[in-house]
């Protein structure tokens, strides 16, 4: 996958027209280990950036998704609820969490490229 | 073969897979045991009452369908030595503080008297309704009226609200005091300061009153960073929640200059008394400036933690705060006792934390258990405490890694750094102390540490049994340093089952049998 | 001391073990000002003997109930016991075992847990059963917070015939949280009015109504209607069941159309004990899984395929998620949900239904043989064990008087809701399979006599 842009929160974003798709890095289900459940928004709900739009638990810890930009929620990845060993399988494919109709376009320069993105996590260690 | 002890190993010889597979799928004194839905019959019943007689019943039509529930699954029952039989093999399935020492840090798994359990079934204290009236009731009033006595007096605080379920009910019973007390000087204020070790209770129950949380981290000795603390206090802040002994073991030693600057701010000092044991007969809360602390009866004094319950959790009071405690409350009026169960003209209690008076049953253990040390004993029971815990952390502090410099009070914390380039996770390390004949200590709790692991051994060990403990965590401890990783993976191998697979149970929750699996609850 | 086992020559040699030369120096971190150099003023140590003399004093001070005739209920309730039970729930490896978080080493606890939670859920006709919170009344002030998270709106709605300390929590347990409580006007002689005020207060902003069933005063009701128009209005439906032993006789609260059952359990293998430890059951439908407070048990496998249990959906409690919990609940009512388990796993449906029609059918003679006592009227028509009277003259006197004669009549209004004249002169009394006919004969004989 290429041109995702990532959030200090290790969301990715992936732009397709004024539509992004959202999920968790593949470094974030690493370490929060096999997922295994998936709470997500409802479709039409609104967020501003940072907000709380979903959770993702494993069985010893559960993660707030913050929303990476500001927008109304257009479609969840449903498969998540039967499946949500997607998450740690196809974090960055079949494993995404939501699409969020952007509502400020500027907000995706915000966050980091896959070098920098790359750099951030190797400064965690 | 033989161990390092001596003794001919635990499996006689045989490796744990090359034991035969029986025939019956039981191991020895280890039987499996199908859930009772399996065995038993809905015709059958292991009690014998009377046929109810010819009457008309006055249920206004609605009488039950048998059998009950989910596909007419109703509720199966078997006779009386089946019933035996059913649950003496499930005990034997469990570890006990009966049956060996319970390392488990901040839960005090100490020796449970059996004469607590007498004393709790005495007909004339146990066969006795809430509501009787309050002249039937004067021994019961005065076993309240004295337990309230010796834990104020144990505390140096001169109120105390015996109702609260458990320990978490406790804290939000101390939370709800401080803030009636707060919003009866009009003094709206939103948020309550928690150091990053504390127990997850107390987050939970700050946020069940209202407040918001703000964590305040720990310094380098692992207490509370007085710093930061006075930098995050102001006008906004309603409680510190404080643990101390804190949740790493160690007596907070600016607990004073902590309680004054709380005070100064003009906000209350909650103390966790999770950890009292440590302290009991040494020092008392009052005089450390506590505003409330509750007190888990289960931990240091004894009542039994039945698998998890239940709890009692009496929460002891400064004077600023006593005006609005919960009710009930045993007073005495000169001719008896009677208990004040509703709020009169101009009281400010803020209200009724459960139905009737508390958890009696345990009162009573407590109680017993209370005059069974004494002042004297009760002291040595804080003294042999932290004695334990120290000699434990001298014993293994050269082979596992030590979080903060002792000595330590009852209890003492490790991380898993020595763990580091050993292939062996905390975890399994912790499971491996189950094919050793221990339970493990606490694990990943407080949060301040990376990889920890709490210990408690309390008073109730022997130093023959400590010394057989530390023998076993020096054991294993040096396996994992010299590469024998094949005994932690994949460890317990002697327990009644493996490893559970803990993400099949959450993906895909299974909570009740099901009666015919072709039916989805 | 006889539950301390180091010696003195111990101690002596694990504190030069430790480095130090005496206890005090393990103290040291305590602020010199706090540090007690002398004993409290309290008794010191006594032997067994001692104690069990001490108790054996405070008892007699009592009268119990098995000390002559006993109608006391109103949320509590005298039944028999078997041995069984007792003897069970004494067994060290439950008794002294802690909440199971080794699953490997915990199975006796965990099966336990997986059997009571399927009892429950059979018992109320429901889906899925917590393993238990603190009591009946807890549990539901924490029916009311759940009912906020599903529905996202925070009106419940509390019957007035509801357990009136229950009424207590709930207003003590949400007065600092988002919720709101309308509270509905007693109403002990018509259960009908209760019942259409509950129906009559539904608008879109009610997350739950409340209702207890048999309700406080002991009246049965048909439930079926008001879920209906609960479930017409987004609004869930919680019963709280106060007397669980109804259960074996009365259409659960599940085939009425409850979302969240709340039940008292004490009534099934826990003796009154003056008040607790009791037991909080806990039971809704699969969908609001999530959203339940309390613990867990749930089946999985071990590493060889060999089923087992373990506790699960922890995500949901304290421990993980602090501040954003469901709760701050941390224990369960453990020994009290064995003793319960153990009791139904003897009684079975067969033993639960005889109880349970053994229970009625003495309320049913209490009821007529009171209703021939001048002075007294008998409120309502369906009940299960549990009525209410009217009597002549205030109650809780009349109370007293009989327990002058050993007899505790039942439970005075009063004492729950006092300074009520029109509640005066109500006494709420129970019948159970250990009352006898004789129990009921001497009654009727006392009361005729003091309200004559």
Redesign the interface.
């Known amino acids: 996958m290429s041109g995702i842009k990532i959030s200090e929160d290790h969301e990715w974003v992936s732009l397709d027209g004024d539509t992004a798709t959202v999920g968790i890095t593949d470094y974030a289900q690493n370490a929060l280990g096999?997922v295994?459940?998936v709470?997500l928004p409802e479709v039409g709900a609104s967020f501003a950036k940072g907000d709380e739009v979903a959770v993702v638990?494993?069985?010893?810890?559960?993660s707030e998704i913050y929303a990476p930009v500001s927008g109304e929620i257009t479609g969840v990845n449903a498969a998540l609820e039967d499946q949500?060993?997607k998450i740690n399988q196809s974090p960055l494919d079949d494993g995404w969490l939501f699409r969020i109709r952007l509502s400020d376009a500027g907000e995706i320069d915000e966050l980091m490229d896959e070098d920098a993105y790359a750099s951030f996590v190797a400064g965690l260690k | 073969m033989m161990n390092r002890q001596g003794r001919k190993s635990g499996t006689g010889g045989i490796a744990a897979g090359e034991a035969p597979e029986t025939f019956t799928g039981h191991s020895g004194l280890d039987h499996v045991e199908p859930l009772i839905f399996e065995i038993g019959d809905n015709a059958k019943t292991g009690v014998d009452l009377p046929a109810p007689g010819d009457f008309t019943p006055a249920l206004g039509g609605l009488a039950r369908q048998q059998p009950s529930g989910l596909a007419g699954g109703g509720l199966p029952g078997l006779s009386e030595p089946e019933v035996i039989r059913h649950y003496t093999r499930l005990s034997r399935k469990n570890y006990a503080i009966d049956s060996g020492l319970y390392p488990l840090g901040s839960c005090t798994m100490k020796h449970n008297p059996r004469l607590n359990e007498k004393i709790a079934r005495i007909p004339g204290l146990s066969d006795v309704h809430p509501l009787q009236p309050i002249s039937t009731v004067q021994g019961s009033l005065k076993v309240m009226d004295e337990l309230a006595h010796w834990l104020k007096t144990l505390t140096g605080m001169p109120a105390i609200a015996l109702s609260p379920k458990a320990g978490a009910h406790g804290e939000l019973c101390g939370l709800m005091a401080i803030r009636t007390a707060l919003e009866a000087r009009g003094d709206a204020r939103s948020l309550v300061l928690v150091p990053e070790s504390a127990h997850g209770t107390n987050p939970a129950t700050a946020a069940l009153c209202g407040y918001g949380v703000k964590s305040i981290p720990a310094n380098a000795r692992g207490r509370v960073d007085l710093d930061l603390l006075k930098e995050a206090l102001d006008d906004n802040v309603a409680a510190l929640m404080l643990t101390n002994p804190n949740t790493c073991g160690l007596f907070e030693d600016q607990v004073i200059e902590i309680a004054e600057a709380v005070h100064a701010a003009g906000a209350f000092f909650y103390c966790d008394g999770a950890n009292f044991n440590a302290i009991v007969g040494r020092v008392r809360p009052g005089d450390l400036g506590v505003d409330a602390m509750h007190l888990n009866l289960h931990k240091t004094f004894s009542t039994p933690h039945g698998g998890g319950g239940p709890g009692s959790g009496p929460v002891v009071f400064s004077e600023a705060l006593a005006p609005f405690i919960p009710l009930p409350e045993v007073v005495s009026d000169g001719e008896g006792l009677r208990l004040r169960e509703h709020p009169g003209d101009g009281d400010r209690s803020f209200g009724r934390m459960t139905a009737f008076h508390g958890q009696m049953g345990m009162f009573l253990r407590a109680l017993a258990y209370m005059y069974s040390h004494g002042a004297d004993g009760l002291r040595q029971v804080a003294e042999d405490a932290v004695l334990n815990a120290n000699y434990v952390l001298a014993g293994l502090k050269d082979v596992m890694s030590l979080s903060y410099d002792g000595p330590c009070m009852h209890e003492a914390l490790f991380d898993d750094s020595f763990l580091k380039g050993t292939g062996v996770e905390t975890l399994d390390f912790a499971k491996a102390m189950i094919d050793e004949g221990f339970h493990p200590m606490t694990m990943y709790f407080p949060l301040v540490v990376h990889g920890a692991m709490l210990i408690e051994p309390t008073e109730t060990e022997s130093k023959a049994s400590l010394d057989e403990f530390i023998f076993a965590l020096r054991s294993l401890a040096e396996a994992a340093k010299a590469g024998d990783t094949a005994r932690f993976a994949g460890a317990p191998h002697l327990a009644p089952l493996r490893r559970l697979d803990e993400t099949a149970a959450a993906r895909k929750p299974i909570l009740r049998w099901v009666p015919n699996s072709s039916v989805e609850p | 001391m006889r539950y301390l086992p180091l010696e003195n020559s111990d101690r002596q040699k694990m504190l030069r073990s430790v480095g130090v030369s005496s206890i005090d120096e393990l103290f040291a971190d305590v602020p010199e000002a706090a540090r007690l150099d002398k004993l409290l003023d309290l008794p010191l140590h006594m032997g067994e003997q001692e104690v069990e003399r001490r108790f054996a004093e405070m008892a007699r001070a009592n009268h119990c109930a098995g000390d002559g005739p006993f109608f006391a209920g109103a949320g509590a309730y005298r039944h028999h016991i078997p041995a069984t039970v007792d003897h069970l729930i004494q067994r060290g490896e439950f008794l002294t075992a802690y909440t199971p978080y080794q699953p490997e080493i915990s199975q006796g606890t965990l099966q336990c847990l997986f059997e009571f939670q399927t009892q429950v859920a059979q018992l109320t006709a429901m889906e899925v059963a917590n393993a238990s919170l603190y009591d009946g009344s807890t549990g539901c002030a924490e029916a009311i917070l759940m009912a906020r998270r599903v529905t996202r709106r925070n009106k419940a709605v509390l019957s007035g015939n509801l357990h009136p300390q229950y009424r207590e929590v709930a207003e003590t347990i949400t007065q600092f949280t988002a919720d709101e409580l309308e509270m509905l006007p007693v109403s002990p002689g018509e259960p009908g009015a209760d019942l259409a005020a509950l129906m009559d207060a539904l608008d879109n902003d009610t997350s739950c109504v409340v209702v207890q069933n048999p309700d406080f005063f002991g009246h049965l009701q048909d439930l079926s209607g008001l879920a209906e128009a609960a479930h017409a209005a987004g609004a869930l439906l919680v019963v709280v069941v106060t007397e669980v032993v109804s259960l074996g006789a009365v259409m659960p609260p599940g085939e009425m159309g409850a979302d969240i059952v709340v039940c008292e359990g004490q009534s099934i293998g826990n003796g009154m004990n003056f008040g607790g430890p009791y037991l909080g059951l806990f039971a809704t439908r699969q969908k609001f899984l999530r959203q339940m407070p309390g613990r867990l048990c749930g089946q999985t496998e071990d590493a060889e395929g060999r089923r087992g249990y373990v506790l699960t959906l922890s995500t949901r409690e304290q421990h993980i998620r602090r501040e954003k919990a469901t709760s701050n609940i941390c224990t369960n009512s453990g020994l009290c949900a064995l003793a319960f388990t153990i009791h139904m796993s003897l009684l079975g449906e067969t033993g639960l239904r005889q109880l349970a029609m053994l229970n009625h059918q003495r309320a049913v003679e209490l009821k007529a043989a009171l209703a021939r006592v001048s002075g007294v009227s008998v409120l309502g028509e369906a009940f299960f064990n549990e009525i209410t009277l009217e009597l002549r003259a205030p109650a809780a006197p009349v109370g007293e008087t009989l327990a002058g004669q050993g007899i505790i009549a039942g439970v005075p209004a009063s004492r729950l809701y006092p300074g009520d004249p029109a509640l005066e002169n109500l006494l709420v009394m129970a019948a159970t399979e250990m009352t006898s006919e004789a129990d009921i004969a001497a009654l009727a004989a006392a009361l005729a006599e003091a309200l004559a």
């Open positions: 096999d295994v459940f709470e638990e494993s069985v010893k810890a559960a949500p060993d």
